[in-house]
């Protein structure tokens, strides 16, 4: 049986981030998929994201596999908000646990953190030209609430989605 946990992400814990985020980028890249960057990550930045968000490790038999941030506001996309949801960004997978349902089990523990803090919706963006992975954030019961162009980052235009978190 596969043993699954989500920890906060610690120092020790950047080489291990670096590494999935840009194997997730060079999956996103391979797929034309180019929203998060053409240039991949470095320590440094891994260690400024730790130091700024609530970063977490997901881990399968006690290997990192996957990481995720999740935030209890992000006024750059969704502007100002009553405090009713989690915001989850980042969600990336290391190569080779593609498919192996670590997406629906990371949200899905989004979700618990969520209704834990008493608040109602889960929250997150894509890039609206990524319809695969918005077709799956779908199947994952998620809905598009809104579109908006994000002129600071090119032609972003962000697809905003939301669930409940119950």
Not at 25 to 36: E, F, P, Q, R, T
Not at 102 to 120: E, H, K, M, P, T
Request: hydrophobic share 35%; aromatic share 10%; charged share 25%.
């Amino acid at each position: 049986m596969t043993a699954r946990t989500i920890r906060k992400a610690a120092v020790e814990d950047v080489p291990a981030l670096t590494h999935i985020l840009n194997d997730a980028i060079a999956y996103k890249l391979s797929h034309g998929d180019s929203a998060w960057g053409k240039v991949g990550w470095t320590e440094v930045g891994v260690q400024q994201s730790l130091d700024r968000s609530e970063v977490y490790v997901i881990e399968q038999d006690d290997m990192p596999v996957a990481t995720m941030s999740l935030s209890w506001q992000d006024e750059k996309y969704w502007g100002t908000q009553e405090p009713i949801a989690g915001y989850v960004h980042r969600v990336a997978v290391r190569n080779g646990f593609h498919g192996l349902g670590l997406g629906s089990f990371s949200i899905d523990w989004c979700a618990n953190q969520v209704c834990a803090r008493n608040r109602r919706y889960l929250r997150l963006d894509c890039d609206h030209r990524n319809t695969k992975l918005s077709a799956y954030y779908e199947t994952l019961g998620f809905t598009r609430v809104a579109t908006k162009p994000m002129p600071e980052l090119g032609d972003y235009v962000a697809s905003l989605y939301e669930r409940s978190a119950r």
